[in-house]
């Protein structure tokens, strides 16, 4: 007997979760929001202060609103993203030293024959229309 079977595989591909915020999610980013707020608020109206210390209420804000608002389901959503985001960025190939030199130089003489170009353009339709059809007119 041959059998074949065919085992289904899971796909590499996440499940969205259909779950949203909560109601307690929407209070936390809305305090969080209202902290970072305040963190920004501060740092211009307390313009007199020295200019380490408004940079501190205005990081001691974002920090804060970020706290607040990381334990909820747009954090942890945030937080995925950012993170896959670093992962597929370390599979990027950057160019060579090389090899970013010689399209930029490629780029500069595409630039510069494009410009003779158009000022050729230029020059023709000027000396056609200038010189010959306006003086056709009169």
């Known amino acids: 007997m041959n059998e074949t079977r065919t085992a289904k595989r899971p796909m590499n591909v996440k499940a969205e979760q259909v779950s949203g915020n909560t109601a307690a999610d929407i209070v936390k980013l809305t305090l969080a929001l209202i902290v970072l707020a305040a963190g920004v608020v501060a740092y211009y109206w307390f313009n007199a202060q020295p200019s380490w210390q408004r940079l501190l209420m205005l990081i001691g804000g974002l920090a804060?609103?970020?706290?607040?608002?990381?334990?909820?389901?747009?954090?942890?959503?945030?937080?995925?993203?950012?993170?896959?985001?670093?992962?597929?960025?370390?599979?990027?190939?950057?160019?060579?030293?090389?090899?970013?030199?010689?399209?930029?130089?490629?780029?500069?003489?595409?630039?510069?024959?494009?410009?003779l170009l158009l000022g050729l353009i230029d020059l023709i339709l000027n000396w056609a229309i200038l010189q010959h059809l306006l003086q056709i007119g009169q």
Not at 78 to 91: A, H, I, N, Y
Not at 94 to 102: H, M, S, Y
């Open 64 to 115: 804060a609103g970020c706290a607040i608002g990381y334990p909820t389901h747009s954090g942890r959503q945030l937080k995925e993203f950012l993170s896959e985001s670093v992962f597929e960025m370390r599979k990027v190939v950057w160019p060579t030293r090389q090899e970013t030199i010689q399209t930029t130089i490629v780029i500069m003489v595409v630039v510069v024959i494009l410009a």
